[in-house]
């Protein structure tokens, strides 16, 4: 199998030149190098040969406590120790306070190494901006600390049986009493529900607190550590990500702490999600990057057919051949680009409806490449790609999820083609976004306008919801085709600028 090898220089490219990182003061670019460059190592030498291994070894449920594939629990205790759950955290509770965009690119390498374990590690983050944001200085001073350490890790308790895609039907119930709060229920799919690689879990639960038919207002969001009063009953078993442990979880009058105000479990939640959806974009992302360099690497040395002049052919010198690799190259960099360009957004805070605008078209379309191009690979490969050997079925089938969980695709899309086009919505920023992006691309622009147009027509439609799909996909081209233009416009910075240019043409 191909080794494992970091996009590290292709991610600081993307974020220092592509996004406009540098525009901000906060960005020291050494200083992203440095980190990245540690953490591509440890992704590469310890937490990427342990990827195969989880797939073949499943996490496992013995005696009601998970147990982790070999290896895990070290590569953990060392990553632990290393600093790295502490990326993101502040200073003052241990943590090293780097920038969202560094810990984007480390979040990526990482997921690229193993989704499976970055899964159960990288809820981390937005559970510390999540405490930050709504927790007491007691809860911070307590949690922050222990999941920057590495000591306890987190989870997102959101599902349950009959309250998937629609949380206003959760009915795992929070009461308070003279004791405090306790919870009551089950969860179901909870990724790291538990796991042998800390001695503590963090649980953060959307309970309901008010009546049964309280809908959404009556959800709250609880801080629930692991107790006897919290039982895993079942793992699942799943077509991908098998080292990541999924659980179902009982509740059976579990001490609980409120976290924020009763009543305001979503809002709190979504400061959790928020940060989870281009984290899932960004696996996609790597998923893209993983499958291309496995099929780049394939196709530069496997001999089929001929050449004109009668020599031996390697497969990337087939035209249909080098379609499929380019496609998957420009996924990569493409959806890439999306995602930091909207982390860029974000850290300048000017605008927030761009960024609502923006984070879904990224789950949306960073979801999409990581399926597509592992599905180019494995057609790139043949035969040997529908094999396990070369590991392109590991990302195909590890890839899929990224389409469903974090608010499965259509539900996104159905938000960008209805609130996304509301006054206010974020559609005009997203215009002149595009607009700035697209330079002097004359095929951006008419693309644009042809855009507008469809925006228009769907704001007027009775009932846009059919056409939902076709334009949240649109809109993600667009946005996609923009980003290629800023590649071109900056690919004199990058090691291969002719290389760039050539993949731009197809869409500028
Ligand atoms: C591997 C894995 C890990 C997970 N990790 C977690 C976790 O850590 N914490 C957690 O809380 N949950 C987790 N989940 C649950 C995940 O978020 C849900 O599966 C997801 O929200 C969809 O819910 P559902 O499966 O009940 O599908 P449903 O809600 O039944 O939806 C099925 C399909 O119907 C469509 N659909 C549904 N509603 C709408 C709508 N309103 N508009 C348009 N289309 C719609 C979508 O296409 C969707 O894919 C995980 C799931 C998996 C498989």
Same mark, same amino acid.
């Given at each position: 199998?191909?080794?494992?090898?970091?996009? &590290?220089?292709?991610?600081?490219?993307?974020?220092?030149?592509?996004?406009?990182?540098?525009?901000?003061?906060? !960005?020291?670019?050494?200083?992203?190098?440095?980190?990245?460059?540690?953490?591509?190592?440890?992704?590469?030498?310890?937490?990427?040969?342990?990827?195969?291994?989880?797939?073949?070894?499943?996490? *496992?449920?013995?005696?009601?406590?998970?147990?982790?594939?070999?290896?895990?629990?070290?590569?953990?205790? *060392?990553?632990?120790?290393?600093?790295?759950?502490?990326?993101?955290?502040?200073?003052?509770?241990?943590?090293?306070?780097?920038?969202?965009?560094?810990?984007?690119?480390?979040?990526?390498?990482? /997921?690229?190494?193993?989704?499976?374990?970055?899964?159960?590690?990288?809820?981390?983050?937005?559970?510390?901006? @999540?405490?930050?944001?709504?927790?007491?200085?007691?809860?911070?001073?307590? !949690?922050?600390?222990?999941?920057?350490?590495?000591?306890?890790? /987190? @989870?997102?308790?959101?599902?349950?049986?009959?309250?998937?895609?629609?949380?206003?039907?959760?009915?795992?119930?929070?009461?308070?009493?003279?004791?405090? !709060?306790?919870? &009551?229920?089950?969860?179901?799919?909870?990724?790291?529900?538990? *796991?042998?690689?800390?001695?503590?879990?963090?649980?953060?639960?959307?309970?309901?607190?008010? #009546?049964?038919?309280?809908?959404?207002?009556?959800?709250?969001?609880?801080?629930?550590?692991?107790?006897?009063?919290?039982?895993?009953?079942?793992?699942?078993?799943?077509?991908?990500?098998?080292?990541?442990? &999924? $659980?179902?979880?009982?509740?059976?009058?579990?001490?609980?702490?409120?976290?924020?105000?009763?009543?305001?479990?979503? *809002?709190?939640?979504?400061?959790?999600?928020?940060?989870?959806?281009? =984290?899932?974009?960004?696996?996609?992302?790597?998923?893209?990057?993983?499958?291309?360099?496995?099929?780049?690497?394939?196709? %530069?040395?496997?001999?089929?057919?001929?050449?004109? =002049?009668?020599?031996?052919?390697?497969?990337?010198?087939?035209? =249909?051949?080098?379609?499929?690799?380019?496609?998957?190259?420009?996924?990569?960099?493409?959806?890439?680009?999306?995602?930091?360009?909207?982390?860029?957004?974000?850290?300048?805070?000017?605008?927030?409806?761009? $960024?609502?605008?923006?984070?879904?078209?990224?789950?949306?379309?960073?979801?999409?490449?990581?399926?597509?191009?592992?599905?180019?690979?494995?057609?790139?490969?043949?035969?040997?790609?529908?094999?396990?050997?070369?590991?392109?079925?590991?990302?195909?089938?590890?890839?899929?999820?990224?389409?469903?969980?974090?608010?499965?695709?259509?539900?996104?899309?159905?938000?960008?083609? @209805?609130?996304?086009?509301? #006054?206010?919505?974020?559609?005009?920023?997203?215009?002149?976004?595009?607009?700035?992006?697209?330079?002097?691309?004359?095929?951006?622009?008419?693309?644009?306008?042809? !855009?507008?147009?469809?925006?228009?027509?769907?704001?007027?439609?009775?009932? #846009?919801?059919?056409?939902?799909?076709?334009?949240?996909?649109? @809109?993600?081209?667009?946005?996609?085709?923009?980003?290629?233009?800023?590649?071109?416009?900056? %690919?004199?910075?990058?090691?291969?600028?002719?290389?760039?240019?050539?993949?731009?043409?197809?869409?500028?």
């Amino acid at each position: 199998m191909t080794a494992f090898i970091a996009p &590290t220089e292709d991610i600081l490219f993307s974020l220092h030149h592509v996004a406009g990182a540098s525009s901000l003061a906060s !960005w020291d670019p050494e200083l992203a190098g440095d980190i990245l460059g540690h953490f591509a190592g440890f992704a590469e030498g310890v937490i990427a040969p342990l990827n195969a291994v989880g797939d073949r070894q499943h996490a *496992q449920l013995v005696n009601g406590r998970v147990r982790m594939p070999d290896g895990f629990v070290a590569a953990y205790a *060392q990553m632990a120790e290393d600093g790295w759950q502490g990326l993101t955290a502040p200073e003052a509770f241990g943590g090293m306070g780097a920038s969202p965009l560094i810990a984007a690119g480390v979040s990526e390498v990482f /997921s690229g190494a193993n989704h499976a374990l970055q899964m159960v590690c990288n809820l981390v983050p937005g559970a510390i901006a @999540t405490l930050m944001k709504y927790g007491t200085l007691a809860q911070q001073s307590e !949690w922050i600390a222990k999941l920057a350490s590495g000591a306890a890790l /987190s @989870t997102m308790c959101l599902t349950e049986a009959q309250a998937g895609s629609d949380l206003s039907a959760i009915r795992c119930r929070a009461e308070n009493s003279d004791e405090g !709060w306790r919870i &009551t229920g089950e969860k179901i799919f909870i990724s790291g529900g538990d *796991q042998d690689m800390t001695a503590e879990i963090l649980h953060l639960v959307l309970a309901r607190s008010g #009546p049964a038919d309280s809908g959404m207002k009556g959800l709250s969001l609880y801080l629930c550590p692991a107790q006897p009063g919290v039982s895993v009953t079942r793992i699942e078993e799943k077509m991908g990500l098998h080292a990541s442990p &999924t $659980c179902q979880l009982r509740f059976d009058g579990a001490k609980a702490e409120l976290i924020g105000t009763e009543g305001q479990g979503l *809002q709190a939640m979504f400061t959790l999600m928020n940060h989870a959806r281009i =984290d899932v974009a960004l696996q996609g992302v790597a998923h893209a990057s993983r499958a291309a360099d496995i099929a780049a690497a394939y196709a %530069a040395e496997r001999v089929q057919g001929r050449l004109s =002049d009668g020599s031996p052919a390697l497969l990337h010198h087939h035209a =249909d051949v080098q379609r499929m690799l380019d496609d998957q190259r420009r996924l990569a960099l493409g959806a890439r680009a999306m995602c930091h360009i909207a982390l860029v957004a974000l850290e300048t805070g000017d605008s927030p409806a761009l $960024c609502d605008f923006l984070t879904p078209l990224c789950k949306v379309f960073g979801s999409q490449a990581g399926i597509r191009a592992a599905d180019l690979g494995i057609q790139i490969l043949g035969g040997y790609g529908y094999l396990t050997e070369y590991g392109l079925d590991q990302i195909w089938r590890d890839a899929r999820i990224c389409a469903i969980y974090e608010g499965a695709n259509g539900i996104h899309e159905r938000n960008i083609a @209805t609130r996304g086009l509301r #006054p206010g919505g974020g559609a005009d920023e997203f215009a002149g976004l595009v607009t700035e992006l697209a330079g002097g691309s004359k095929t951006v622009l008419e693309r644009l306008a042809d !855009w507008q147009i469809w925006r228009s027509a769907m704001t007027q439609a009775s009932d #846009p919801l059919p056409q939902a799909h076709a334009f949240a996909q649109e @809109t993600a081209n667009l946005f996609f085709a923009a980003a290629w233009a800023r590649i071109d416009a900056v %690919a004199d910075n990058h090691q291969t600028p002719q290389e760039l240019k050539r993949l731009a043409l197809a869409l500028i």
